[in-house]
């Protein structure tokens, strides 16, 4: 069938919007219509070549929402006219990682979505007579894609597709984030670096989990009213001091805070992050997704005197049993979706959505089909 799609044909160039041809879903798989897209910085990364995963050319797009429209033999889970959001961490509930009840890391199409290829080894999208990739298992930003059932989140036909498309991603690994992986516990003292739609959403949970301070800092001040409206106690601006922004932290706290998360992928920022956590138990969670070739580092005496170093994907919410309910949660008013959605566009204005990130004035652009 012909789906328009927002194509990446070659990375640092702006996606242009064409008519693609998808090939009906095979075994296992499930076609999509995508109704919605957020615009994630992870897409930006990959477009930007930095990504070592990063293949041309490709069908990006991460975090959207969508109707089943045509599934593939030995497919039940999900029927026509299913409401789902597509997941770019999987749960077959059958692999190692999935049985092991201590990660969401599931395996079963890891491999293949990592070449961009559906887990037979091909694509299912074609531009003139020419495959193109997938992308993260998802491919959000074509009309139609096809995604792997065990990809797949089935959710309430009543929720607003605009809104929940973003717990896809930037929502749903933030506040996971908060409480799965650093598990903030009332009263404790949070510091979160970056303050896009990730790290807003770190703020969010934060203050769900009833986090005493919560100091929010980004070099943007542009962000800081959203962030207090989030729950943010403290708003900083590195630029504002003359000293290393941990520094600063420590001096603000004391002894540094119980919990910090890094939410832009910038190596130096990590490991400012790790050094503003609390002598003795305070714990730093990498969130952002830094460049090819890039890596961390610090005194080791950091982690000698107490401070542990961790890291997560997708907030370690397992996508099929988790996601529902966290669509609940919001059409219920426990997650605040709407202020994450700054700005909206028809597929047409993609490259927009791109822009205003890179301008700081976003925090997610929705992309509407
Ligand atoms: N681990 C995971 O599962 C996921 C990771 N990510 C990653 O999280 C990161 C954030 O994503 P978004 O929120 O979409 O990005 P974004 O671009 O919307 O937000 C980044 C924020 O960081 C701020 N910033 C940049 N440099 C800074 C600095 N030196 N100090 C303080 N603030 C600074 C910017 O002003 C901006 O507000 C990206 O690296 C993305 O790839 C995104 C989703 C899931
Ligand atoms: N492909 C990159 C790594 C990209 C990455 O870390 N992705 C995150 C999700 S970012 C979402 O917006 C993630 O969950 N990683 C785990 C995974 O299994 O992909 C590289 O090769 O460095
Ligand atoms: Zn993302
Ligand atoms: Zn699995």
């Not at 789906?3 to 044909?9: E, L, M, N």
């Not at 897409?43 to 593939?72: K, R």
């Not at 770190?202 to 962000?223: F, S």
Request: aromatic residues 6%; contains cysteine.
């Amino acid at each position: 069938m012909k789906s328009r799609a927002a194509v990446a044909f070659a990375a640092g160039q702006p996606l242009q919007v064409v008519e693609i041809d998808v090939a009906p879903p095979k075994q296992g798989e499930v076609l999509v219509k995508i109704t919605h897209t957020g615009v994630c910085h992870t897409d930006a990364f990959t477009l930007s070549g930095d990504d070592p995963e990063g293949l041309f050319p490709v069908v990006l797009g991460h975090e959207g929402a969508g109707i089943v429209v045509e599934v593939g033999e030995g497919v039940t889970s999900v029927k026509p006219g299913d409401h789902v959001i597509p997941l770019y961490t999987a749960e077959c509930g059958q692999c190692l990682f999935c049985k092991s009840g201590k990660t969401n890391l599931c395996v079963a199409v890891r491999a293949t979505q990592g070449k961009g290829v559906m887990p037979d080894g091909t694509s299912r999208f074609s531009y003139e007579g020419k495959p193109l990739y997938h992308y993260m298992g998802c491919s959000t930003f074509s009309e139609y894609t096809v995604v792997a059932e065990v990809s797949l989140a089935k959710i309430n036909r009543d929720a607003n597709p605009e809104q929940v498309c973003l717990l896809g991603c930037g929502v749903t690994t933030g506040l996971g984030a908060v409480k799965n992986t650093a598990k903030v516990q009332e009263g404790d003292s949070v510091a979160v670096f970056g303050l896009g739609g990730i790290g807003l959403a770190v703020v969010h949970g934060a203050a769900m989990a009833k986090a005493g301070r919560i100091i929010a800092v980004d070099t943007n001040p542009a962000k800081f009213e959203l962030a207090k409206t989030f729950g943010a106690t403290d708003c900083v601006n590195p630029k504002d001091h003359d000293k290393p922004i941990q520094q600063v932290i420590v001096e603000m706290t004391g002894w540094g805070v119980d919990h910090s998360f890094e939410c832009i992928g910038n190596v130096n920022v990590m490991r400012a992050a790790l050094e503003c956590a609390h002598r003795g138990w305070g714990q730093s969670v990498i969130i952002g997704v830094a460049g090819s070739g890039q890596e961390i580092s610090t005194r080791p005496f950091q982690l000698v005197t107490g401070r542990k170093w961790m890291g997560t994907a997708f907030g370690g919410v397992k996508g099929r049993s988790q996601l529902p309910g966290m669509v609940e949660d919001a059409m219920a008013g426990r997650i605040r979706l709407a202020p994450f959605v700054t700005h909206t566009m028809p597929l047409a204005g993609i490259n927009e959505a791109f822009d205003l990130m890179h301008e700081g004035k976003s925090i997610r652009s929705v992309v509407h089909f």
